[in-house]
């Protein structure tokens, strides 16, 4: 967490930075106060440096759809909402765990290359709704829905083409406020899980430059 805060109060220093500096001659960038929409897509993996003794787990599928709007250049605030699924084994014990999450994205960019490139800093919170099946051997339990918070961190590069076409790479990772996230308990810690997207924005509206 400490390394989490320095990177963000590092990150807000650069941008105090380059809204003075930047905010005129940004012509590839998106018009500010624009809206934009976008469906993000990638693979998730149970476990994150926050959680000991993660056992065996698989990479899966994982998507989202987002609605934004840039409050400035380089700062968006927007929803998102998707899903997917969490495997893992251990002790002979097989989980697989169907998830729906969602909830409030808070985004941090600076812009580069007259507006063509951001990189970006993006903060997540919100909660899942999780339906985990525990395996062992022919027989297997499914437990009943689970609600849980969520919150995390994500860092990427977006580039952009004619104002209003984005492409995202993003990479982070999600902690949600319990152990049971795939219903196999392992320590004290958390579970959490890690991500790697892509993604395609469409920006509109937005005042005159």
């Known amino acids: 967490m400490k390394r989490i805060l320095a990177l963000l109060s590092l990150l ?22 624009s809206w934009r929409i976008g469906i993000e897509g990638g693979i998730v993996t149970l476990g994150g440096e926050l959680t000991r003794n993660t056992g065996d787990h698989f990479p899966t599928p994982y998507g989202n759809i987002e609605l934004a709007h840039m409050l400035h250049r380089n700062v968006v ?39 063509s490139v951001f990189p970006l800093l993006q903060l997540r919170g919100g909660g899942l709704l999780l339906s985990p099946e525990i395996r062992a051997n022919t027989h297997s339990v499914t437990h009943d829905q689970i609600r849980h918070m ?12 004619w ?6 790479l993003l990479a982070g990772v999600t902690y949600t406020t319990t152990d ?30």
């Open 77 to 115: 605030v927007g929803l998102y909402g998707g899903g997917g699924r969490l495997l893992s084994r251990e002790d002979g014990l097989e989980s697989d765990a169907v998830f729906l999450g969602g909830g409030i994205l808070v985004e941090l960019r600076i812009a580069l290359a007259r507006g």
């Open 150 to 161: 969520s919150y995390g961190i994500a860092a990427g590069i977006e580039a952009v083409s």
């Open 12 to 33: 807000l220093c650069v941008l105090a930075v380059d809204a003075a500096g930047q905010m005129r001659g940004l012509r590839n960038a998106p018009r500010e106060r």
């Open 163 to 168: 104002r209003h076409i984005g492409i995202r």
């Open 180 to 209: 049971n996230l795939d219903a196999i308990i392992r320590g004290d810690d958390n579970d959490g899980f890690s991500f790697g997207t892509v993604s395609l924005h469409y920006y509109f509206g937005g005042g005159r430059r």
